[in-house]
């Protein structure tokens, strides 16, 4: 029963905040009226009620209502009761710590397992794979554990950036940090371009948006899926 | 008494393994036969006996021999003993969970505070800070903490990158990712441009090589200091 959307990134270059998006969100969350908000990642350290404000700006233009997360005094009761959520992008390890400290790594993998409607961004679709560890974000703080809410049977890795043939940096490419992960990791890892996401119906995922996927399996030679393609593991 | 070098990156584009540092090499380790080399961070995935072999055709250039730290039985003991030391980059997280594995972090911390001449770069730079925190690799293992040798009052960033005015790419800037960790955090943080190093004489720490660097510090804006510059904080 599951009914999620797990895109790469909220914006597009020169885009408005889910702009791309609204489209799809508006069949997605088509028996909600109000969204509840996880604010928690806050990108760039924005306050929860700032990132609430602008999740709400967007999805008033589809005549959705948004209710942030911490305007709950208790955050458990409000996921149970939500119609739908979203939970914006940012810092994954914040995110995810915030999660566990309130207690709310379970009862969103139940929610959403059980058919509640989610649309994650960047950090919001890092965690419904298995863990964080495909992550591209900086590890500001310590969560008590790298797993996640295991919703799909794989990891992501949003925003993902193909190697730039004229650059001058020796830091690690995006494939060799993910090919690093397979030197301790065994699961499969979608490279999310932004612009794509995936479509979760029950079982049935489905790479959706214009763009390719690439996907990393340990010991095979990376390859790309075309939009539409199912992804089985 | 400590005598550190802390180098943002191994490589230059277009150099080879440790060549930009080699002269700087002869002087750090002059007193030194032979070198602990700690191949634990695996950049790429690569193996132990691979990564010493690279060091030690580098060190080869100014007559040191190199011993991989994997090669001896009791890590703890051969870290007493050494010389000297490099730590080689990769991922920081692999490298500091090893360390913690090995029972490796309180010996370290010690012999180089008591003048046992240490190389670091990259990730073998990133471990001497505070704790892990602002480095650039993806979490590929959770390490029991991230915590460092905190053997530096700040925390480092290595292989600093400045934003791309073109990029089209909407993932985070680095700027943007140390100021999430202000965000958590009030450790400063130094932005190290490859070509640039740190050299720690007891406890005076100069900023080396041809670049500036990019200071962050908690409700400051980012500012530049020079070659030579006296860090204190």
């Not at 509840?36 to 009620?49: K, N, Q, T, V």
């Not at 700032?50 to 458990?76: N, Q, R």
């Not at 499969?188 to 079982?203: A, D, F, H, Q, Y």
């Amino acid at each position: 029963m599951k009914n999620i959307l797990l895109a790469s990134t909220s914006t597009l270059f020169n885009g408005d905040y889910l702009d791309y998006l609204l489209p799809v969100l508006k069949t997605h969350f088509k028996n909600c009226k109000t969204i509840l908000f996880i604010p928690y990642a806050r990108p760039g350290g924005i306050s929860y009620d700032a990132y609430t404000k602008k999740a709400s700006d967007a999805f008033k233009i589809i005549d959705i209502e948004i209710k942030g997360l911490h305007e709950f005094k208790h955050p458990v009761e409000a996921i149970k009761n939500a119609e739908g959520m979203f939970t914006g992008g940012g810092n994954t390890f914040v995110l995810l710590n915030e999660l566990y400290k309130n207690n709310c790594v379970d009862i969103l993998k139940n929610v959403i397992s059980d058919g509640t409607p989610y649309l994650g961004t960047s950090a919001g679709s890092n965690i419904c794979g298995q863990n964080i560890k495909t992550t591209n974000d900086m590890p500001i703080v310590y969560p008590p554990s790298f797993n996640a809410l295991q919703l799909v049977p794989f990891n992501i890795n949003p925003h993902y950036l193909d190697p730039e043939v004229n650059s001058k940096h020796m830091g690690e490419t995006r494939e060799t940090r993910i090919n690093e992960f397979h030197t301790q990791n065994n699961l499969p890892v979608i490279g999310l371009r932004e612009g794509s996401w995936l479509e979760v119906k029950n079982e049935t995922i489905l790479l959706k948006g214009n763009l390719e996927a690439r996907i990393f399996e340990k010991d095979q030679k990376p390859y790309e899926i075309k939009p539409d393609t199912l992804i089985t593991f």
